[in-house]
């Protein structure tokens, strides 16, 4: 079985800050360097899965610019396919504030193009052999959730910081038939069947018909570094017990492992959890 992941690549810009809000009348600090990474979510979920054992293959636009070249160089040197559409507003970019306490704030970007559709020949035919592909939440992959279900395919999203109320995320909540979203801001109910919902240091919950089920944080073995990639690494970990039928409580099980992990070690291809690594730590 293959994963496919569309959207969600980029580069992001990691700034180590002193504490979060950042105070300051017109300066302030680091407390580290300054380092840019190929990132994102949909870039993050791919590695998990990759570290897993998983087969993975992603579709995203990537700019014809300086940052897209070292996309799409990261992406060969990991050995994950990359189809990559011309971006019109060129490679997204995020910065990242981390205050030493593993709490960030995320600076996105805006470069966006309303109305942009990915042009079909990227996307159509799927892949062969997939079987399941995770959405990010780009404006122009809601496009393309008719034709996935169609395909007959799994679906799963992630959305992230969603209050429950916003329309944006909708579509995407609608058509998936897995949605992962954080508990930060969720004051509603996401309207699909099987929901996950993460909350950080008080674990997760796994919400279906049949009721909730619930799983503590995982003990992450040492010290907390960057939480960057950890809710990701949640998620391709979860997916990965999911899509070979284990139960609810061992799909979370493994996303918690997988979550803490990742927070210990810098965000990058080497910080998520490998399959050998995850079955010891099941166990101990």
């Known amino acids: 079985m293959t994963f496919l992941v569309i959207g969600g690549t980029g580069i992001d810009t990691v700034v180590p ?11 302030a600090r680091p407390r580290g ?5 190929v990132s994102h979510t949909g870039t993050c ?16 636009t990537v700019g014809d610019d300086d940052p897209g070249r070292r996309v ?29 306490d593993g709490r960030r704030l995320s600076l996105y970007d805006g ?4 109305d942009y559709r990915l042009p079909e020949r990227y996307y159509q035919p799927l892949p062969a052999g997939v079987r399941h592909v995770h959405v990010t939440i780009m404006d122009w992959a809601r496009h393309l959730l008719p034709g996935l279900r169609a395909a007959g395919v799994t679906i799963s999203t ?7 109320a916003n329309p944006y995320h909708l579509d995407f909540a609608k058509q998936a038939d897995l949605v992962f979203v954080s508990g930060v801001q969720l004051a509603g109910r996401v309207p699909a069947d099987r929901v996950v919902v993460t909350h950080g240091a008080g ?23 960057d939480t960057n990639g950890a809710g990701d690494a949640f998620a391709a970990a979860f997916l990965a017990a999911w899509t070979a039928g284990k139960s609810d409580g061992d799909c ?10 990742a927070c210990t070690r810098p965000v990058g291809a080497d910080s998520f959890i490998t399959r050998d690594e995850l079955v010891r730590r099941r166990h101990r």
Request: charged fraction near 20%.
């Open 33 to 37: 360097p300054i380092e840019d990474h």
């Open 45 to 60: 979920v791919a590695l998990g899965l990759r570290a897993l054992g998983e087969r993975v293959r992603v579709i995203d």
């Open 252 to 261: 979370l099980a493994d996303g918690a492992i997988a979550g803490a992990f």
């Open 203 to 225: 674990g997760a919950d796994l919400i279906t018909p049949a009721g909730v089920t619930h799983v503590d944080a995982a003990d992450p073995g040492a010290p907390i570094v």
């Open 72 to 100: 799409t160089a990261a992406f060969r040197d990991w050995d994950i396919p990359l189809v990559a559409a011309p971006a019109p507003a060129g490679t997204r970019r995020a910065v990242n504030l981390m205050s030493p």
């Open 111 to 114: 470069r966006d193009v309303p």
């Open 17 to 27: 800050v002193a504490d979060l809000p950042v105070l300051g009348a017109d300066s």
């Open 158 to 164: 992630d959305l992230h910081d969603w209050d429950g």
